[in-house]
């Protein structure tokens, strides 16, 4: 075998050991100059519907916002709740901006940001059936949309309860909840607060109270990506950081949520 020349020698060593640079998610949203964004929209004020069928609402502005500081159209992929990681894994969307919990097991999956918003579940029910707290919940028939957090922890303690005349269902979409609600196949789901507020002063819904607080733990969600997409979920991290420091993330929520102080995004005596 004869000696290669040092020259071509050292140019083969520097491609063994360079890392070689691909084009990721993030590089590939610029340059198509769209971003999907996978948004729920039976989930006011976070994503519905205005009386022209378009597409508003929290999650709404700010995938706006995050297509404009990318330089890239927005596009909406609607999307049920159980469809928020299907959208992203079968690539229907490019990031999920649709308030998804960060649970650890999700996290097997798809990547999260730092939380954008976090929610306080409250108990909604309908005057007249005798519920004003959590605990009122036991013996009642209840539901919620398959999946989300507040679904999983309900059903828990139904079970748990193992009262013969309580019940859980799971429903598809937030709009099934309400219409079951509304027609009595239920008495009581767990929604966030802004559900609840806004549902309620929709006037849509006759009768429609809410029953108490939820003892929960706060629901911090985030903006999602594919889990191996680590320039796209850093930046996603940068934005969410630049929304609220800038203003943008107090200015959204007195917007579609009312005034008051938004939710401190910040877990204490922990980083994210």
Same mark, same amino acid.
């Given at each position: ?13 520097? +491609? *063994?050991?360079? /890392? ?25 004020? +976070? ?18 916002? *995050? ?18 990681? /299907?959208? *992203? ?89 309400f219409l079951a609600l509304a027609q009595g196949q239920i008495e009581a789901t767990v929604v966030t607060s802004t559900v609840a507020g ?11 109270? +809410? ?10 969600v985030s903006l999602i990506g594919l889990r191996g997409e680590y320039g796209l979920i850093n930046y996603l991290n940068l934005f969410v ?20 102080? /938004? ?10």
């Open positions: 075998m004869k000696w290669m020349p040092l020259a071509a020698t050292a140019a083969l060593l520097t +491609m *063994l050991t360079v /890392p070689q640079a691909f084009a990721d998610k993030l590089d590939d949203i610029i340059a198509s100059g769209v971003l999907r964004c996978a948004i729920v929209l039976d989930f006011p004020p +976070m994503g519905s519907r205005d009386a022209s069928n378009n597409p508003i609402g929290f999650d709404v502005d700010t995938c706006n916002d *995050l297509a404009a500081a990318l330089g890239v159209t927005p596009e909406y992929v609607e999307t049920p709740f159980p469809d928020r990681i /299907p959208a *992203l894994v079968s690539g229907r969307a490019d990031v999920g901006v649709a308030s998804t919990s960060d649970t650890l097991e999700r996290a097997k999956t798809i990547g999260f940001s730092i939380p954008y918003f976090a929610f306080e579940m409250v108990v909604l029910t309908k005057d007249g059936l005798g519920i004003e707290s959590y605990e009122s919940l036991k013996g009642k028939k209840t539901g919620s949309v398959s999946g989300t957090y507040e679904a999983i922890a309900l059903e828990k303690d139904v079970t748990a309860w193992a009262d013969p005349a309580g019940s859980f269902q799971a429903y598809q979409t937030q709009a099934d909840v806004a549902t309620i002063a929709s006037g849509n819904f006759d009768g429609f109270m +809410m029953g108490g607080k939820a003892p929960y733990e706060i629901d911090y950081n630049h929304q609220i420091r800038n203003g943008r993330y107090e200015e959204l929520y007195k917007k579609w949520v009312g005034e008051g102080e /938004p939710p401190n995004l910040m877990i204490p005596g922990v980083y994210y």
